[in-house]
Every structure is written in C-alpha cells, then in structure tokens.
C-alpha cells in the first residue's frame, strides 16, 4: 500500500523559502504508486507553494484550518479557502497548537469534520507528553484523543481520514520514538478507531503516520512495521537536501 511521507514546515520558512523549497521537492523522482509526499507550508506561502507544485507528484496541505467555511471570523481561514489554493490535506491538532494555543479535543473534532466535508483530508495528530508516559497514562491519552477527535465523524465512499501518532517528547527533541514503541502505539490508535467504525471502514477511509524526529536515518525503521502506514516530518522536511534524503530512503 502507498506510504505518506508529509511534511510540517511549520512557521519556520519566509514565502520565497518556501517556494525554493517546494520547487526542489517538486523535481525529486517520486513513484506515486509507493508513495505519497505532501508540504504543509504556512498560510502565507500556500499560494506560492501552491504554483510551484502544478503538475507534480506532490500535493499540498495546510497547517490547521477554522471549522466554519464563512463569517465573521477574524484571522482565521476556512477549509473552503484552503481547498482554492489546491489544497487535498489539512494538520489539525498538531501538539504545538493543544499545547500553545489552547486546542481542545472538541476543537480539534469541529476542525476534522469540517475538512472532511469540504473534501480535504484531515490530519488529526495525537500523542502523550512525556508526563503522561511516564505516569503510566500515555494509553488512555491517546484513546481519549482519537475517541474524542473522531466524535460524530461520518466517513464515506473514498473519504480519508489520517491520524499521526506523535509523541510530544519526541517532536523536535532529537528523541525519536523506538520503533517497537511506536507500532505498539499505532495498533492501540487502530484499535480506537475500530470501536468508532466498522473494522472495513477502518481499514479502507483510515491511514495512520508516525511524527516525532523522523529523518533519513531511521524513517525505514518505522516504515518497516506493520501498522505505520507513513510518517509526519518535521525538521528534516525543512530543508532540500534531508527532504530529499527521507524519500530517497523510503524508495531504496
Ligand atoms: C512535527 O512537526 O509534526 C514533527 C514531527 O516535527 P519533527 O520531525 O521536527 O520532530
């Protein structure tokens, strides 16, 4: 089955970067049929991006997204609005926006149905902290995010629904989650959504990526296991030449 190798720029490249950087992605030799790659440039560089990508094999997602498509809602941007700019994939919940900007579960649920009804494919992230792990809770934090995440989701025909398995301690720390930890966490995501939705639905409408430090190193480790269907990169999504270095890793 198809890989999903995506990645997060966070707020971390000016528009012209962005474009530099989506323009070296746009010529890497990727087969489609393996794989898919997705950026997930910020708001500001969607359109740019956006040019730069046409007639490639990689697609384009934003950061997060609003879950009402118009009104008076000042500063935010709207599934409607990204899909204008061509975008298939939307991050939402991603752990630097629950932690720093307050996003609930709720929140994060608006958000999911609202991409998915507009036709995007919603990239729900979950993961515990380092306390929730340590504290023998990590389980229950993850199942409660994707229960709650997923509350009231109809998913139909070839609607997708992605969930990233991303630790918190991992992200950005250089601690990159051992591989066996991270394909026991994706079953127990998997065995969430399987309480939700019928095992069929489950299997076909549901994809489910690790993020946590992933580069050109030990992404194959992960890919390798059962369960882990691709991987949500930050850092090493950043720059062209560890970009390059992932997906030729993954392709060898
Ligand atoms: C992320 O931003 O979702 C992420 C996983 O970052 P990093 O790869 O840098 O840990």
New binding site residues.
């Given amino acids: 089955m198809q890989k999903l190798i995506f990645g ?1 720029w ?1 707020m971390n490249l000016s528009a012209a970067d962005a474009v530099t950087l989506a323009q070296a992605a746009s010529k890497l030799s990727i087969d489609a049929g393996l794989l898919r790659v997705a950026v997930f440039p910020s708001f500001t560089a969607l359109a740019g991006v956006s040019a730069s990508l046409k007639g490639s094999s990689v697609a384009l997602g934003a950061q997060d997204c609003f879950w009402e498509n118009t009104g008076a809602f000042t500063g935010e941007v709207s599934p409607t609005q990204l899909k204008e700019l061509n975008c298939t994939h939307v991050l939402v919940g ?1 752990s ?1 926006r629950r932690q720093s900007m307050n996003e609930t579960d709720e929140m994060v649920n608006r958000k999911l149905r609202s991409a998915l009804s507009a036709g995007l494919t919603p990239v729900m ?1 979950v993961g515990e902290t380092d306390n929730d792990r340590r504290s023998g809770q990590w389980s229950n934090v993850i199942a409660r995010q994707v229960a709650k995440g997923l509350a009231d989701v109809k998913v139909s025909g070839n609607q997708e629904i992605v969930i ?1 398995y ?1 630790p918190v301690w ?4 250089g601690r990159a989650c051992v591989p066996e930890n991270a394909r026991e966490a994706h079953a127990l995501v998997r065995n969430a959504v399987i309480e939700l939705f019928a095992p069929a639905v489950a299997q076909k409408n549901f994809r489910i990526i690790y ?4 580069d050109e190193k030990n992404i194959a480790s992960y890919l390798a296991l059962e369960g882990i269907d691709g991987a ?5 999504s950043q720059r062209a030449a560890s970009f390059a270095g992932l997906i030729e890793a993954v392709q060898k």
């Avoid at 991992?170 to 720390?173: K, Q």
């Avoid at 993020?211 to 992933?214: A, E, T, Y």
């Avoid at 949500?232 to 090493?236: I, P, S, T």
Wanted: charged share 15%; net charge negative; hydrophobic share 35%.
């Fill in positions: 997060n966070k991603h630097e992230c990233a991303e991992a992200i950005g720390s993020g946590g430090s992933v949500l990169v930050g850092g090493a």
